[in-house]
């Protein structure tokens, strides 16, 4: 089992839709979450962490389920400026920070 | 503001060449990160450093070897180029969890 899993998508959907993706992770132990995008050919930057009790920026908004073990991101009123790879990141002992594999939003007219 | 640079962005290797990827960050962060992409991938890591005179192995090590003399660079080696490193690298700095990545260096190895 991967340490981080994503579903890779794509997920297509219309503009001003809702949309959310779930990342699992494997090491109860891991200690902070981070959800990150990256455009196409561009280097990942970070859109939100991931706090205990979920937290909200504008049209995003992230939580933790440290009994089952995932995070999820939902994205509300979809743009198409949205349309990019959301990562999801795990921190560890040691400042280890492992990747899943991405989850690939499109967003259509 | 410079942030994290990498050098060079685009290489292409004959199989067996050798070469040093260049990183430097000017954040003063203790940490600092290489990771690799392979195309519609997510992130691999190959080595990372704690602080200057420390690293240690990622997840994908083998080929690569890295040195930490200063806090500011944390250059990535390939002694033997093979076409499986071909890929996009990217090198990271953080201090309390957020990274901040290089633009990436594309390496083809042909």
């Known amino acids: 089992r991967k340490e981080v899993e994503q579903d890779p998508g794509p997920f297509n959907v219309p503009e001003g839709a809702t949309v959310a993706f779930n990342c699992t992770y494997s090491n109860s132990a891991s200690q902070s979450f981070f959800w990150y995008r990256q455009d196409c050919r561009k280097e990942p930057k970070l859109l939100m962490s991931?706090?205990?009790s979920g937290n909200e920026d504008g049209r995003f908004t992230a939580q933790l389920n440290r009994a089952s073990q995932y995070i999820s991101l939902l994205i509300r009123d979809s743009k198409l400026s949205d349309s990019a790879t959301y990562l999801c990141v795990v921190r560890n002992a040691g400042n280890m920070l492992t990747f899943g594999g991405g989850t690939r939003l499109m967003v259509k007219p | 503001n410079a942030g994290v640079t990498q050098t060079p962005k685009f290489r292409i290797l004959k199989i067996g060449q050798s070469m040093t990827l260049q990183c430097t960050q000017d954040?003063?962060?203790?940490?600092m990160y290489w990771y690799r992409q392979d195309p519609g991938m997510g992130l691999k890591l190959i080595y990372y450093?704690?602080?200057?005179?420390?690293?240690d192995k990622g997840e994908v090590p083998n080929g690569y070897n890295v040195s930490r003399s200063t806090t500011e660079d944390f250059p990535l080696r390939l002694e033997l180029a093979a076409p499986s490193q071909t890929s996009v690298y990217f090198c990271?700095?953080?201090?309390?969890?957020?990274?901040?990545f290089g633009e990436g260096s594309r390496l083809t190895v042909l």
């Open positions: 954040m003063n962060h203790n940490y």
């Open positions: 990271a700095s953080s201090v309390t969890g957020e990274l901040f």
């Open positions: 450093s704690v602080g200057a005179g420390i690293t």
């Open positions: 991931v706090y205990s």
